[in-house]
């Protein structure tokens, strides 16, 4: 049984995103919030698995409601549905911490079929998005390949967060503190000149690092 919080002003729509989550996960309970306000009330109160988040809502951005529901509970995936395509409302939702970004233009399936993945630690993104993303980092990513500003460690981090674990997971496997797991992130989000898990995820499938087993040397 996943739980996930449909955060989505126009009812027709909420019940639309129901269908479609009742149709890609065997069990499933859903909550539905209408606002910015009860979006981050039932959000920061109660633990989600998911988190399906409108932009335009009628008292705020959709964008307050991830970054609470983030810095809360960080173990909810937040995955922005929305009409809105263009560079800034993706970049903007990708920094605020959003692990996945679906446009509701897409068929039905399509986004059941791109929801289920977030069970194997794949982001979400509409086909449209990810081309977006691709263009962006090729006009703004760092001007050093990452092959060569990266130490053997972040490289063997960011393999693992490119695969979907969170920061106590990856700190198993590599025997390491969490605090030190953190660090690494960090520099890693510095020297991509990234700042969200999906940009990450996307870094670590270009080097050919999401599939790639972790190391077991150290740094």
Request: some cysteine; proline content about 5%; glycine content about 10%.
């Amino acid at each position: 049984m996943i739980r996930v919080l449909i955060v989505e002003d126009v009812a027709e729509t909420r019940r639309w995103l129901s269908g479609i989550l009742n149709t890609a996960f065997e069990a499933c309970e859903i909550v539905e919030a209408g606002n910015v306000r009860d979006g981050v009330a039932l959000g920061t109160r109660e633990e989600f698995d998911l988190a399906l988040i409108d932009l335009g809502l009628p008292d705020g951005s959709g964008l307050d409601v991830l970054r609470h529901i983030r810095a809360a509970r960080p173990a909810t995936s937040c995955v922005v549905t929305t009409v809105m395509g263009d560079d800034a409302h993706i970049v903007g939702a990708l920094s605020a911490g959003a692990g996945g970004y679906l446009l509701k233009e897409q068929m039905p399936e399509s986004i059941g079929q791109q929801l289920r993945q977030i069970l194997d630690g794949v982001p979400p993104l509409s086909p449209s998005v990810a081309r977006r993303i691709m263009d962006h980092f090729r006009l703004t990513g760092p001007s050093a390949e990452p092959e060569e500003t990266l130490t053997p460690r972040e490289r063997d981090v960011l393999a693992l967060i490119g695969r979907g674990l969170r920061n106590g997971e990856v700190a198993h496997e590599l025997d390491l503190a969490e605090s030190t797991v953190a660090s690494y992130i960090k520099a890693i989000y510095r020297k991509l000149g990234i700042s969200s898990r999906a940009e990450a995820s996307w870094h670590a499938t270009r080097l050919g690092l999401a599939t790639r087993p972790a190391r077991t040397d150290p740094c």
